[in-house]
């Protein structure tokens, strides 16, 4: 890590080159701040299943507790009003819903959310809804999980359910988040739940995560035919670590792998043939039917998450990495996870997706970073880090917007602290701190400088 400046112009001329309606927010999901994972009927998830298991977790650390989300919500709400938050993005467990995956809804599960809803509409702050962040209801994956195409009916079900309770009152619904980290990181490596391996597997969900956005789509529109809907990629910007050829390939395969596999789709494109290419002559498409996801429906915007820059080197292939590519990490400034901090990359991102897919609303549903945050003797916490990164990245979101891209919604990863899966309470994102022992929130000063940000974009 190195030290950084600021090169934003401050918070004030910051919010001048955003329109008055432009949507600020904060960005949560469910398992990784709520808590109370056997309250009120909830049945368990993959993530429960995996963080209680020996070794898979830092330290073995589980969602049990978090942030305690679960009963704390009204004070949580009134911090995101405090800070001037204009959007709040959270997701649904989808096991406190349908406990078993499937059939009978549990009302308290429902209840919950729709209390937190009404909150943030009495407080002004608009609700930009989840449905899947990567809880799965145990009960599926005991069922084969997404490996199993049967789940596009399960999430078309559990989406029609929520959007019936909630789509009166939500504008903005987002099907999946990051369907590539959870089928491969998932799937593929085995880091995050459900613990699968070989890469195949992981293209095996993808694809079945791919069938089941558009059926959950379908079902939104049924109930909500109002509703806003779009789905969550990830995208990074990538580079080849070297002028070789070979670390050319191997960043145009990660490329195609990462992202083109999700983007080609979502756009109503199919399979990027380059890449059926690449992965038939390894064997590992067999049994899937490729044709089935082209013609897509189509979305209403792009929920992008936008983190860092990735220097490719070519590698060979293995079992759980199927395309030969690896990601340099601590190269340059970094955050305290290694990743390379590239705010222009966000600008450059959103405005190649732009002109590869065409016009579509987009929102950047995450942004943020990860820095070793300590209390101060005085109770503040300094995080000038997370600010710097924070103001670089709104900057070259204006950037993006100055160049005509149609983008109209931030939302910072993350509002709290929280259990960053594999990596347990190891890895802070949040604005506001966390003692997780004594549940208190603090607001760090990257917290401070968005309500200033906020602030002065309400005064305009
Ligand atoms: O915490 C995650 C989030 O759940 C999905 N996007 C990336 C974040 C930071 O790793």
Redesign the pocket.
């Known amino acids: 890590m190195s030290a950084v400046t600021d090169a934003s112009g401050g918070p004030v001329a910051l919010a001048r080159r955003f329109p008055p309606d432009f949507a600020f927010g904060a960005a949560t999901?469910a398992y990784?701040i709520e808590g109370a994972v056997a309250d009120d009927g909830r049945g368990p998830s993959i993530w429960d299943t995996f963080s209680h298991t020996r070794g898979r977790t830092r330290n073995g650390e589980t969602g049990d507790v978090a942030c305690d989300h679960y009963h704390r919500w009204r004070s949580d709400l009134d911090l995101m009003a405090e800070l001037g938050l204009r959007a709040y993005r959270f997701s649904i467990a989808w096991p406190r819903v349908q406990p078993e995956g499937r059939g009978p809804v549990n009302q308290a599960g429902l209840d919950f959310y729709d209390r937190l809803v009404d909150g943030l509409l009495e407080r002004g702050i608009e609700p930009w809804l989840t449905l899947y962040?990567?809880d799965l209801p145990q009960a599926l994956q005991d069922a084969g999980g997404w490996t199993d195409a049967s789940l596009a009916d399960r999430l078309a079900e559990y989406a029609g359910i929520v959007a019936g309770r909630l789509g009166d009152r939500v504008g903005r619904w987002i099907t999946l988040?990051?369907p590539r980290?959870h089928a491969f990181i998932g799937h593929a490596v085995g880091r995050h739940a459900p613990g699968g391996h070989g890469w195949a597997n992981g293209l095996r969900a993808a694809h079945h995560l791919h069938l089941a956005h558009a059926a959950a789509v379908r079902a939104i529109r049924t109930v909500a035919p109002e509703a806003r809907i779009g789905v969550c990629h990830?995208i990074a910007h990538v580079i080849p670590a070297s002028q070789s050829v070979d670390d050319a390939g191997a960043a145009r395969r990660h490329d195609g792998a990462m992202h083109r596999w999700f983007l080609d789709p979502t756009f109503g494109r199919g399979y990027p043939s380059d890449m059926v290419e690449w992965y038939s002559s390894n064997g590992l498409l067999e049994g899937l039917d490729l044709a089935a996801v082209a013609g897509a429906e189509p979305i209403d915007f792009l929920a992008v998450?936008y983190?860092r820059r990735e220097r490719i080197a070519d590698v060979p292939v293995t079992p759980d990495w199927g395309i030969g590519s690896s990601v340099l990490s601590g190269v340059g400034e970094s955050t305290g996870?290694g990743w390379e901090v590239w705010p222009d990359g966000l600008r450059a991102v959103l405005s190649r997706i732009q002109a590869e897919y065409g016009t579509i609303e987009l929102a950047v549903t995450?942004n943020?970073a990860?820095y070793p945050d300590a209390i101060g003797a005085d109770g503040s916490v300094e995080d000038a880090e997370r600010r710097s990164y924070l103001a670089r990245h709104v900057a070259a979101l204006a950037d993006a917007r100055d160049e005509g891209v149609p983008v109209n919604a931030y939302f910072v990863?993350?509002l709290l602290d929280?259990f960053?899966?594999g990596?347990g309470y190891g890895?802070r994102?949040g604005i506001v701190h966390v003692d997780f022992p004594t549940q208190r929130r603090t607001v760090k000063s990257s917290g401070r400088w968005y309500q200033e940000l906020l602030g002065a974009a309400d005064a305009r």
């Open positions: 999901a990784q962040h990567w988040n990051e980290t990830d998450n983190y996870n995450e943020g990860t990863w993350s929280n960053e899966w990596e890895a994102f």
